[in-house]
């Protein structure tokens, strides 16, 4: 089973390409990826970002499709128009399920998206993707809405499967529980809903990049949508709760945690049917 990952390069090894490996591989799924940009970042924030010109993004994708036997591809940080235009563009040519995870802001709250970018995910990169992991200020940020509610949330993943997006997983980490709720609404289904018991830790450094790589890690390994969103809930969740605790910021998430605690996760799985 073969992945690759399209994201931005986090030096301090907690998020991007480097989050997105270390899960394909604590999954079992061989990983390969497409750097789209350097970040000078470590638990503190990012403190500086070199693009990586889109041909040449390009050229790395061309390079992986023309000699693996990718099963599935999910997209991080993309930085601007020009990248997902390609990326996109490069990707339709397939029939590779495609996981979007739309990078918009890094923890500490640089900005790993150009304001001017936003459109290019709605016109080029949702239409043919398989599945779409925002969280709430992402999927703000692409809707125009306000999210405050569970009808907030259905109107904006309604909103987001009007783009052509097949899946999209309205991730809760964001909105005030006790339980760490995501919402998945697909095209012609009805929504269920996957949660765990919340944990309060400053530790969350890569969550997103982590929970979109684990899905398309399942999707890799023939599993479905529905299957793969609950194993990425499990992966993440432990990965959240057993925090390794390094750095002097937000630190990062403990990739290792699932493949020692799997047998321990419940997930709680609420279907509307």
Known sequence: MIACTIAGSDSGGGAGIQADLKTFQELKVFGTSVITALTAQNTQGVHGIFPVDAGFVEAQLTAVLDDFEVKAIKTGMLFDAGIIQTVAQRLERTNIPIVVDPVMVAKGGQRLLLEEAVAAYKQYLLPIA????????????????TIESQEDI????????????????MKGGHLKSDKARDAV???G?????????????PHTHGTGCTFSAALTAGLAKDMSVQESIILAKRFVDAAIKHPLNIGHGLGPTNHFAYQQLERELPVHVISTR
């Not at 992991?133 to 809405?145: C, D, K, Q, S, Y």
């Not at 289904?189 to 830790?201: A, I, N």
Request: negative net charge; glycine residues 4%; contains cysteine.
């Open 130 to 145: 398989a599945v779409c992991t925002p969280n709430i200020p992402e999927a703000e940020v692409l809707t125009g809405l």
């Open 154 to 169: 259905e109107r904006a993943a309604q909103a987001l499967l009007e783009t052509g997006v097949r899946c999209v997983v």
């Open 185 to 187: 609404y697909q095209q």
């Open 189 to 201: 289904e009805p929504p269920f809903y996957v949660e765990t018991d919340r944990f309060e830790t």
